[in-house]
């Protein structure tokens, strides 16, 4: 009894230090356990065949210059303001030729539409036995004719047909390329963006273009920098990030693979 | 991007399996008894040695040995643990005085055993808890490891699943593993300090009451010629 008695106000005062001290221990660890990504979203990364498209207008005009900037492409790019187009046009060659393919099958189709011509040819068989067999009835003469007018018909009509679905498949298959191309471009842009570390004296938003040559599995062989951002540190963060990246993401359609990438990055989006 | 996933402890813990959960809440009880008898104990044990220098200053400054008995009655519940042993001791020693068939020497041995019987008393008062805290120092760090290893399991198991074996697949599930042993030890190291540092204080308490009652039987035994 007496104990008891004797300890009660201690009991009191030490249940209320009991739940202090707990509650501080919860406080820390909330506060100091929190893996949270703190990283902002803040680098860009992006794909040089995923815009190939305003370069198809100035690539017609410069193929003469074209194998006058080739050798010497790298030291150039500083000098000029033009140059930096034309490390693009290194890249986009590659990718450029994959979409002219995508024009040529429309003259392919062309070419069908020329066979229903050869077909009226067999009119000029006709004639020929026409004067061998005088005797024989006009009527079978005509039915050949008729016959081969309306297959001519139709061969044209179905030749045109085929072209129409050519060229709509063909444009269907630029359009899902060209997305899958961004997608791809977003993925690696995803998973690059999560391995940065950025340091700490960035000056504006320089762009550094790096040249990374990839495994079919996406696992990254090399990693060279083609144009630095000015920014020795970011240069060497932005190479760290890519090669944290590998394996880099697959693209969704295998044929978009590309054993040598061309990847351009800004520190912060625009 | 798997690892950039929301690591929250409380995501932690409510993610964690169903064994590593009742480890948790176990370890969790047992830290907030333990820091309360840490807390209790450390009020009890201070109280203490301050009522015990209060009654040794009152008991050597030569005062009257029945004023002091009749401040200790007095005093009642708010005597310290060395007023109530002299108080017992005292009372018996009083009430065996009176009879007139009873020498010295069983009149200091009566009241010596009732200040032991008093002294033994206040002792369990004391050290009443103190077993509770030694078990959870030696014991719930090897809950926690337990709970530790029981999710680590468990993680890696999940991972076996996964097929392609990342950091991310296994990472949280080892994060909420290791908030066991965390627990564990959160529990363990202060019971074990709280446990060393009573003990060695009851202890020295207890030294001062032994040594206050061979004191007291040698006054008793003076007073009795």
């Known amino acids: 009894m007496t104990p008891e008695r004797r300890e009660e106000p201690g009991r009191r005062k030490a249940l ?7 509650a501080g221990l919860i406080a820390a660890l909330f506060l100091g356990v929190q893996w949270k990504r703190s990283q902002p979203d803040v680098v860009e990364v992006e794909l040089w065949s995923s815009r190939p498209t305003p370069a198809m207008q100035p690539a017609p005009p410069p193929p003469p210059p074209e194998p006058e900037v080739k050798p010497e492409p790298k030291p150039e790019p500083k000098v000029e303001p033009p140059p930096p187009a034309t490390p693009e046009i290194a890249i986009k060659e590659d990718k ?7 024009p040529e099958p429309k003259p392919e189709p062309k070419p069908e539409p020329k066979k229903p011509e050869p077909k009226p040819e067999p009119k000029k068989p006709e004639p020929k036995p026409e004067a061998k067999t005088q005797p ?4 079978s003469e005509m039915l050949k004719r008729e016959s081969s007018e309306r297959t001519a018909r139709t ?3 179905s030749a045109q047909q085929l072209a129409n679905a050519a060229r709509a498949e063909s444009e269907l298959r630029a359009a899902a390329d060209k997305k899958g191309m961004q997608d791809y471009a977003a993925k690696i842009r995803g998973k690059v963006r999560g391995n940065i570390v950025l340091p700490q004296s960035i000056q504006g938003n320089p762009e550094a273009v790096f040249e990374v040559i ?29 090669l944290k990246s590998s394996p880099l993401p697959k693209p969704d359609n295998p044929a978009l693979y590309q054993r040598t990438l061309e990847i351009r990055y800004r520190p912060f989006e625009e | 991007m798997n690892v ?43 109280q203490a040695r301050e009522k015990t220098e ?6 050597w400054s030569g005062g009257d040995l029945n004023r002091l008995y009749e401040s200790a009655m007095h005093a009642g519940q708010e005597s310290g643990s060395m007023a109530r042993i002299f108080e017992a001791g005292f009372r018996e020693f009083t009430k065996l005085r009176g009879q007139k068939n009873l020498d010295a020497k069983d009149v200091v041995d009566g009241s010596r055993r009732a200040m032991r019987a008093t002294y033994q008393r206040e002792m369990d008062t004391l050290e009443a808890h103190l077993a509770f805290l030694a078990s959870v120092g030696s014991v719930s760090p090897y809950v926690g490891l337990f709970g530790t290893v029981w999710g680590i399991m468990h993680a890696f198991r999940g991972l076996s699943n996964v097929g392609q074996a990342t950091l991310a697949a296994v990472a949280p599930g ?17 019971a074990v300090l709280a446990y060393n540092r009573f003990s060695h204080d009851i202890d020295r308490l207890a030294v001062r009451y032994e040594s206050f009652m061979e004191e007291f039987s040698n006054i008793l035994q003076r007073q009795m010629r």
Do not use: C
């Open chain 1, 96 to 102: 450029k030729k994959p979409e002219p393919k995508k």
């Open chain 1, 16 to 22: 209320a230090f009991t739940v202090l001290v707990h």
């Open chain 1, 155 to 157: 061969n044209a009509a």
């Open chain 2, 4 to 46: 950039t996933q929301d690591l929250s402890i409380l995501h932690l813990i409510l993610n964690a399996s169903a064994v590593v959960q009742v480890v948790m809440a176990l370890l969790a009880a047992v830290s907030f008894m333990s820091w309360y008898y840490i807390f209790m104990k450390w009020y009890a044990v201070r």
């Open chain 2, 174 to 190: 080892i994060a909420e593993a290791l908030v066991a042993t965390a627990i564990g030890l959160f529990a363990a190291i202060p």
């Open chain 1, 136 to 139: 024989a009835p006009d009527f």
């Open chain 2, 54 to 59: 209060g009654f040794e200053r009152d008991f």
């Open chain 1, 214 to 242: 990839q495994l079919p599995s996406g696992e990254v062989l090399s990693v060279t920098l083609k144009r630095s951002s000015g920014n020795p540190g970011l240069d060497a963060a932005i190479e760290r990030a890519i």
